[in-house]
């Protein structure tokens, strides 16, 4: 039986939240560290799922998971040593 909207946000909204005040501390520990010799493309690659998880596109899971994921490579075999 699949749950309604209000039930999903009712359900979850504790937890999401946490997760939110998660990120929300380390952008914090990150600012208060300097922000001298972090990777640009790591910071890029954060941002870039902030905003899929603003936006009004669908299947935002996948979407972040494909933004985090490697490219894939024939030879990923090799390249392991498999």
């Given at each position: 039986m699949?749950r309604?909207a209000?039930e999903?946000l009712?359900?979850e ?14 952008y914090?520990?990150l ?6 010799e972090?990777d640009q493309?790591?910071?890029?690659l954060?941002?870039k ?10 299947e935002?899971a ?11 490579d024939e030879?990923w075999r090799?390249q392991?040593?498999?």
């Amino acid at each position: 039986m699949s749950r309604s909207a209000k039930e999903v946000l009712s359900q979850e909204f504790l937890q999401t939240r946490a997760k939110i005040l998660e990120i929300a501390a380390f952008y914090d520990r990150l600012d208060q560290a300097g922000a001298g010799e972090l990777d640009q493309r790591q910071m890029s690659l954060l941002k870039k799922g902030c905003q899929i998880l603003d936006d009004d596109e669908p299947e935002k899971a996948a979407r972040v998971q494909l933004l985090f994921s490697r490219e894939f490579d024939e030879k990923w075999r090799q390249q392991f040593g498999i």
